[in-house]
């Protein structure tokens, strides 16, 4: 055998992150990595630089990159490659990206159209189902027959209010593996965006929805990002419950995450605020990547202990890494992957966690203390 070569079994040792034998077959047949020299007794021997290689094609992987564009990435050897030539090659990928996402998009819509429907429609959709697979779309005829057919279900909107719970129960992916509670959560994510996909991207830590409900029963505080968040939050609920809410960042004429992501950088006084949150509180980050990365520094140095932080963010570069971060700080959580997110969202899955310790009070009489005290 070579000296200073590696088998297949040493190749993967030596470069981790869970890559196997079969994958690394899987990549001579792609052509991700080239055939290796064989031993005199037909092993696979790799070099240097096969693991520089497949180092760099699993740490691509773990960012989300497909194989199809990491084989781009890698056409090009870095030696040879330029920043802006690869920017360039990126920029292309992503563009195609978006392109198929869109189609996709445009498919699950058309079919979201038809599954959704709840049982008031459904004679209608058994009508269009059964005429789709009769219609003749290469026809004039046919494509206003398919119009047709969509006005048809459209109109049945007239006729009743939409029922949203018969809609997910046809859409949603089997979550029987979750609970009751993380079910609901997801539910109503997906209801405050209209994305059922992100149900793919919503990540909780194993003790959320323990440590929430111990935190709100305990009538803990509520600490928010801006005030479009705590906007939001369902206040009739917290109030029964006794959670005081806080505004970080205190000013009514920030509405964006560009604004608040801005001032919060400005102002020390914000993040000196942040500080001073109470043990066992829940803070909940749904505009300024900024705000849950001092958030994660400041529970890493152990200068707060929230029971739980909503993290979602919105952002392309600063949020997804502040909600990488938040899941590596062994503290609960509740994050949406990448740079979806948004106050809504955030408010949302506080809202959910509300829900389920207290039914909605027929009386808003404290909302109303509340509103005589602030004209006081």
Same mark, same amino acid.
């Given at each position: 055998?070579?000296?200073?070569?590696?088998?297949?079994?040493?190749?993967?040792?030596?470069?981790?992150?869970?890559?196997?034998?079969?994958?690394?077959?899987?990549?001579?047949?792609?052509?991700?990595?080239?055939?290796?020299?064989?031993?005199?007794?037909?092993?696979?021997?790799?070099?240097?630089?096969?693991?520089?290689?497949?180092?760099?094609?699993?740490?691509?992987?773990?960012?989300?990159?497909?194989?199809?564009?990491?084989?781009?990435?890698?056409?090009?050897?870095?030696?040879?490659?330029?920043?802006?030539?690869?920017?360039?090659?990126?920029?292309?990928?992503?563009?195609?990206?978006?392109?198929?996402?869109?189609?996709?998009?445009?498919?699950?819509?058309?079919?979201?159209?038809?599954?959704?429907?709840?049982?008031?429609?459904?004679?209608?959709?058994?009508?269009?189902?059964?005429?789709?697979?009769?219609?003749?779309?290469?026809?004039?005829?046919?494509?206003?027959?398919?119009?047709?057919?969509?006005?048809?279900?459209?109109?049945?909107?007239?006729?009743?209010?939409?029922?949203?719970?018969?809609?997910?129960?046809?859409?949603?992916?089997?979550?029987?593996?979750?609970?009751?509670?993380?079910?609901?959560?997801i539910s109503q994510l997906v209801l405050a965006c209209g994305d059922v996909s992100?149900?793919?991207?919503?990540?909780?830590?194993?003790?959320?929805?323990?440590?929430?409900?111990?935190?709100?029963?305990?009538?803990?505080? @509520?600490? *928010?990002?801006?005030?479009?968040?705590?906007? =939001? %939050?369902?206040? +009739?609920? /917290?109030?029964? #419950?006794?959670?005081?809410?806080?505004?970080?960042?205190?000013?009514?004429?920030?509405?964006?995450?560009?604004?608040?992501?801005?001032?919060?950088?400005?102002?020390?006084?914000?993040?000196?605020?942040?500080?001073?949150?109470?043990?066992?509180?829940?803070?909940?980050?749904?505009?300024?990547?900024?705000?849950?990365?001092?958030?994660?520094?400041?529970?890493?140095?152990?200068?707060?202990?929230?029971?739980?932080?909503?993290?979602?963010?919105?952002?392309?570069?600063?949020?997804?890494?502040?909600?990488?971060?938040?899941?590596?700080?062994?503290?609960?959580? @509740?994050? *949406?992957?990448?740079?979806?997110?948004?106050? =809504? %969202?955030?408010? +949302?899955? /506080?809202?959910? #966690?509300?829900?389920?310790?207290?039914?909605?009070?027929?009386?808003?009489?404290?909302?109303?203390?509340?509103?005589?005290?602030?004209?006081?």
């Open positions: 055998m070579n000296a200073g070569c590696l088998t297949i079994k040493e190749l993967t040792n030596a470069v981790g992150g869970g890559l196997t034998p079969r994958m690394v077959r899987h990549y001579h047949q792609l052509g991700l990595i080239p055939q290796p020299v064989r031993s005199p007794s037909n092993y696979r021997l790799y070099t240097k630089k096969d693991v520089l290689r497949l180092q760099r094609i699993v740490a691509l992987k773990q960012q989300g990159f497909q194989l199809n564009h990491i084989r781009n990435i890698l056409e090009v050897e870095p030696e040879a490659d330029t920043t802006v030539n690869l920017m360039g090659q990126l920029q292309q990928q992503y563009r195609a990206v978006m392109q198929q996402i869109s189609q996709l998009r445009q498919t699950a819509s058309a079919l979201e159209g038809l599954l959704g429907r709840d049982r008031h429609c459904q004679i209608m959709q058994a009508e269009v189902l059964a005429q789709l697979k009769l219609l003749d779309v290469e026809t004039q005829a046919g494509l206003g027959g398919l119009e047709n057919l969509w006005s048809g279900l459209d109109a049945e909107i007239h006729t009743h209010s939409e029922a949203f719970s018969e809609s997910l129960q046809r859409l949603l992916p089997d979550l029987s593996h979750r609970s009751e509670i993380e079910q609901h959560l992100l149900v793919s991207f919503v990540k909780l830590s194993r003790d959320a929805i323990a440590a929430s409900r111990g935190a709100l029963s305990a009538s803990c505080q @509520i600490v *928010v990002d801006t005030q479009t968040v705590a906007a =939001a %939050l369902d206040q +009739t609920r /917290l109030l029964h #419950l006794g959670c005081q809410i806080e505004t970080l960042i205190d000013n009514p004429h920030i509405t964006t995450a560009t604004e608040a992501e801005l001032a919060f950088w400005q102002h020390r006084e914000w993040r000196s605020k942040l500080l001073q949150v109470n043990q066992g509180c829940v803070l909940v980050v749904g505009y300024a990547p900024s705000v849950l990365v001092e958030v994660c520094e400041a529970i890493a140095n152990q200068k707060i202990q929230p029971a739980l932080v909503i993290g979602m963010p919105i952002g392309f570069s600063h949020a997804p890494a502040a909600k990488r971060r938040l899941m590596q700080q062994g503290i609960p959580f @509740i994050t *949406v992957e990448g740079t979806l997110g948004g106050g =809504a %969202l955030a408010a +949302t899955a /506080l809202n959910a #966690l509300v829900e389920s310790l207290i039914d909605k009070p027929d009386c808003h009489c404290y909302l109303k203390n509340i509103v005589d005290s602030a004209e006081c």
